[in-house]
């Protein structure tokens, strides 16, 4: 006596299970439960038949549950509607209940009975994507097109497979650790210090470039740059450091308040850029946190505050490091002169000054360059009051000043004339995102993910769960707080991120 599958109800219950194989060898024990000469109940053993059979009535209670009123239609043997979503596949069933796609392709004697006559399954059924990821993982786990053609060849015609496909292969967390691609969010709004007036030098973010190989009597030695750029202006500083312990730091910050006056925020990236640098700074700048630091005393000390951006996201500190990339390029193009091929430390001294005065000449807009009549707005307009050509001055500053005996109001409407410009040319072009253009989830705490890090394998990289996501001002997630599977929480920007598994 064997027992009988009834298609109503009986779908629900496959829920339970997870993998396709788990479910046709249940549904096999069950139907072949029977009672032996001794009126015990026993299992038949399993055999290829009764594993056939069973997917068999699987798939026909899927379909009977899903496809109700088209299942009977096609049994009475009459025509679906048009309007009917399995019309064109022109639908039979067979001997077995099996309702199964007509199609064209019958008379080919190339394929065989079920790739010409696939079986059709819903998108939206539980059984659908037990099967679709089941032959997702017998091709190790390759592309969406390897498992739309492994599933059409296995005899199977889903509904809606391409949708259905993709949406499971974003959610498999092997494909994610092996293809998946980093967290994004859309790009944040433009701090406060970009956009708001205020004296050339106020607001800067600093890094540090090189090393540079320099002449110091008969010996070579090192040398670094630090650069310091104007968050509104994007006028450029740079400063001579002959290594980097915290005090080459502090003399290089000394000279610069000097120079161009009074600093209130500084922006940095904690120092893990320092390539090749002496770890001091490094601890100077993690010791900051304690408040033990002669660094955080020379601050506190002239009011500054440090901003720190999160680890491992040089992403944030664009700002300085185009900079330094303008930098280089110019120094390469002096070297490549022949003028500063053997320097020593004034020498190179003088060339990060002559760099510096090149990157300020820069012109900020590009609006500028097309229109010849047009003042060129650059960054030493501010800094040096120095231009060939000057526009007509705002307000009550008058261009007869310029040739007045009264220089601050020279100064003045030189200032007066770079806002203008600044604002009517350059923060037009900086409206735009560049990328990260649209927004997407935020990373939930509990969700699986695996961190990004240079230098390493991809399959080497660590995983870790999220255990605190930090905000930012516009309420998106873009920091978050993650402990790796070797027990540490790491602190990293999304974009140093993958997402293997949402929190369900």
């Known amino acids: 006596m064997q027992t009988a599958i009834r298609p109503a109800g009986i779908t629900d219950k496959f829920l339970k299970f997870s993998t396709w194989s788990k479910l046709v060898r249940s549904i096999r024990v069950i139907r072949s439960i029977h009672r032996n000469e001794k009126k015990t109940w026993c299992v038949k053993p399993c055999s290829a038949k009764s594993l056939h059979e069973a997917e ?20 009475q043997g009459q025509q679906l509607s048009k309007s009917k979503p399995l019309a064109k596949l022109n639908p039979f069933i067979d001997g077995a209940g099996i309702m199964r796609v007509g199609g064209r392709l019958q008379r080919s004697q ?18 659908t994507s037990l099967i679709v ?55 944040s709004m433009l701090p406060t ?12 973010g600093i890094d540090c470039f090189g090393p540079f190989t320099v002449k110091d009597r008969r010996s070579e030695v090192k040398r670094w740059g630090l650069l310091v750029t104007c968050m509104y202006s994007r006028a450029v500083h740079i400063e001579l450091l002959p290594d980097m312990t915290t005090d080459s730091f502090l003399n290089a910050l000394r000279t610069l308040i000097c120079i161009r006056g009074a600093i209130n925020i ?31 005393t020379f601050l506190k000390e002239n009011r500054i505050t440090f901003q720190f951006n999160a680890p491992h996201s040089s992403h944030a500190g664009g700002v300085w490091e185009r900079q330094i990339r303008s930098v280089r390029s110019v120094l390469e193009g002096m070297k490549s002169t022949g003028k500063y ?3 020593d430390t004034p020498g190179l001294r003088t060339a990060f000054y002559e760099a510096m005065a090149t990157v300020n000449s820069r012109p900020l807009a590009i609006n500028s360059l097309n229109d010849p009549e047009a003042p060129i707005l650059t960054p030493n307009h501010l800094l040096t009051s120095k231009s060939r050509q000057i526009g007509p001055p705002p307000g009550e500053f008058e261009t007869t000043e310029i040739y007045g005996r009264k220089m601050w109001r020279k100064a003045q409407q030189f200032a007066e004339e770079f806002w203008r410009l600044w604002k009517v040319e350059y923060m037009q072009q900086i409206t735009k995102r560049q990328r990260w253009e649209h927004q997407t989830r935020d990373v939930h705490t509990g969700d699986l993910v695996m961190l990004i890090e240079e230098n390493v394998l991809r399959n080497e990289w660590p995983y870790g769960l999220v255990k605190e996501t930090l905000r930012s001002a516009d309420g998106r997630v873009r920091r978050v707080k993650v402990k790796t599977n070797a027990g540490t929480i790491l602190e990293r920007p999304i974009q140093k991120l993958v997402l293997l598994q949402e929190q369900e």
Request: net charge positive; with cysteine; proline share 4%.
């Open 56 to 75: 068999t009535k699987i798939i026909s209670a899927v379909q009977q549950s899903h496809y109700k009123e088209d299942y009977s239609t096609v049994k």
């Open 193 to 204: 210090e970009r956009l708001n007036p205020t004296p050339p030098f106020t607001n800067i």
């Open 266 to 296: 500084i922006y940095c990236d904690r120092g893990t850029n320092f390539v090749g640098a002496d770890n001091e700074l490094t601890r100077e700048f993690h010791a900051m946190d304690q408040g033990s630091s002669a660094l955080t």
């Open 110 to 127: 190339v394929l065989s009975y079920e790739e010409k006559h696939p079986i059709i399954l819903p998108r939206d059924a539980h059984v």
């Open 133 to 187: 990821r089941h032959y997702h993982n017998s091709i190790y786990h390759l592309g969406r097109t390897s498992t739309l053609s492994a599933i059409r060849t296995a005899g199977y015609w889903v509904v809606g497979a391409t949708r259905l496909v993709k949406s499971m292969l974003s959610k498999c967390v092997t494909c994610n650790r092996l293809r998946g691609k980093p967290i994004t969010q859309i790009m």
């Open 341 to 343: 091929n053997r320097l």
